[in-house]
């Protein structure tokens, strides 16, 4: 199968400071970052976060072409968003809009390529610690999301496989030819993920 | 023909799996009446003779429609979490198996179920995929692997929990010669009770005990210098007519 497209990356064990940082530092940055982004009274505050935080990235082993990897995938819904706002409410709020997104995305990205998925599932277990009170499983919550991060480079892997497919049988990749192909391939996939699941005793 | 018991077995008593299909009941497995208590046991047989079926009973993927199952003595449909405790599954398809991004997160999580502290997992994780070959791989996406890493990492995850039995669904099949022959190696060195469905007639005449699947029913059941030719045979000309209800 092919692999998606790496769109938020993945951890490469490194030693720069953002790798050696705890989780709980990271976590604290992540909550400024947000807040920060939210708050702002204009687009130059995600502007300068973007900026450092992808030299923050690059200092600690992100190369061009992976920054490349993670943001082309959402260049045409980047660029939609900037017309329609642009058009709707001027080139300051687009700015605002689209680097709000992309600071996010940088975000994730840095993060993820500095901390192992293992150690993330620890903290989202952590943190989901009250939904105990309520009954629920904070691993679960966890094991969720990780199989979340796990599965998008599947889904659109499988995708791809089919619109080569469709390429190879001589016919054009029209959205809606790929549409049904690509639900039952995912939801199989749901399916074997779940035997598997079970198998190993997380069920 | 052997036919073992005990309470080391994996044990099937006249057990029947049906599954709804579009025109009414599709019978997987009918009457299956066997005990396993051999350390390693091939079972083959042509697609869709049952063999994946009769796999996944020992684990509890599958529920029988009539009969009982029970693993070194344990009902699998009344405590279906401690047979699990005890009974790893490798699927053919190691993509489905590996939930997290790299082998040695995936490891890890099986390691994290088992109750290992977190300070001991990743070491414990390398130490595993170390043992199976893929130690220079542990950090890479599993995307970024060969079908045979992948299934090394999937058995490393697997072993990872020190199952006493281990059900391999065709292990080989996505393997080349080389993964094939590291498998088989490694296969060869497990303490654990091994029952391995697969189409690769060489791994099946390592076993000291072969079943034949046809129809959803055992047609042969014997050591490999027996059972594997006259399987060949069969396949050539077509299986043994009482096997068929």
Known sequence: MSRGPDLFGSYAPGTSVLHR??????????????LAVVLAPSWRVPAVLTGLLVLAGSAAGIRARQWWHGLAPALPVLVLLGVYHVLGAGPAAAADVLLTIVVFLVLTRVLMHTTPLSALLDGVVWL?????LVGADPGRIGLAVSLMLRSIPFVVGSVADLRDAVHARGLRPHPVRLVTPAVISTVAYAQRTGQALAARGFD | MPHSSGAAALVCADVTVTAPSGSGELTLLRGVDVSVAERRTAVVGLNGSGKSTFLRLFNGLVRPSAGTVTVHGTDVARDVRAVRRRVGFVFTDPLSQLVMPTPVEDVELSLRGAGVPRARRRAAALELLERVGIAHRAEHSIYDLSGGERQLAAFAAVLAVEPDVLLLDEPTTLLDLRNRGRLLELLEGLPQQLLISTHDLGLAATAPRVLVLNDGGIVADGPPGEV?????????HGFPQEARP
């Not at chain 1, 989901?128 to 105990?132: A, F």
């Not at chain 2, 594997?228 to 050539?236: G, L, R």
Request: net charge positive.
């Open chain 1, 128 to 132: 989901c610690g009250p939904v105990r």
């Open chain 2, 228 to 236: 594997v030719p006259a399987y060949e045979q069969w396949c050539a």
């Open chain 1, 21 to 34: 940082a705890p989780l709980w530092a990271k976590a604290l940055g992540l909550v400024a970052v947000s």
